[in-house]
């Protein structure tokens, strides 16, 4: 069975400060997706970021990067120098053939 | 403009009935997923579908049905069995990778907000 932790229920940040948000994944299948969602007050969920599971290089797009360890099963996703619209729930997915989310993580960035 | 349409926005349901929210897309994908969120809470699976005339259940599938009979086609049925229908519904779909990959990323409707009234 698949399933996603987000431990982190709510943060809340002063603007240009960094936000960190973990994700600790579980799944008996050894090639799989990993993905972060973004979710604005409007409600409509929206695709951010996507990491294969035979790829375990980090990368950086934008304000946005991604630690991801398959050793932990972990997917930690950072935005820097946060801005106010940033402000949303994110969320942690998994798939293979069903796609899992975690319980969302609530980011306030204060101007 | 390729996406996925869900409609209505908005539906007030009274006790009792049955209601079918809508789901298409036109971007071609083999998969097709449907969602509940309740407030304050994550996204619980539904159903889903990887092809066309089968689906799967999800994580809460009791008093929910579906059809797929159209590749771009996947309504949603909220039947006088659901017991605590007033939630958000969300309806997403994704294409198929590769059978050890599976689907890539999923794209999102705007939502069905329904009310029992």
């Known amino acids: 069975a698949q399933k996603v932790t987000q431990a982190q229920t709510e943060i809340s940040v002063v603007e240009k400060e960094d936000v960190t948000l973990d994700c600790v994944y579980e799944t008996r299948d050894t090639t799989y997706y990993l993905f972060w969602y973004k979710q604005p007050p409007s409600g409509e969920l929206v695709f951010l970021i996507r990491r294969n599971s035979f790829d375990e290089q980090n990368e950086i797009s934008g304000r946005y990067s991604w630690n991801f360890q398959k050793s932990t099963s972990s997917f930690n996703f950072t935005i820097t120098a946060s801005q106010v619209v940033d402000s949303a729930v994110y969320f942690c997915a998994l798939s293979d053939y069903k796609l899992s989310f975690g319980a969302g993580t609530t980011v306030t960035v204060r101007a | 403009d390729g996406g996925i349409t869900q409609s209505p926005k908005y539906l007030f349901r009274k006790e009792g009935q049955n209601v079918t929210l809508s789901c298409e897309q036109n971007?071609?994908?083999?998969?097709m997923y449907w969602y509940r969120q309740d407030p304050g809470q994550g996204l619980r699976l539904i159903y889903y579908?990887?092809?066309?005339?089968?689906?799967q259940k999800g994580d809460i599938a009791e008093g929910y049905s579906v059809s797929r009979e159209k590749k771009e086609s996947f309504p949603l049925t909220v039947t006088s069995a659901q017991k605590n229908p007033t939630a958000f519904y969300l309806c997403?779909?994704?294409?198929?990778?590769?059978?050890?990959?599976?689907?890539?990323?999923?794209?999102f409707g705007q939502g069905t907000r329904l009310t029992v009234v």
């Open positions: 971007l071609n994908h083999d998969a």
């Open positions: 997403a779909s994704s294409k198929f990778r590769d059978r050890e990959l599976g689907n890539t990323e999923a794209f």
């Open positions: 579908s990887q092809i066309v005339n089968d689906f």
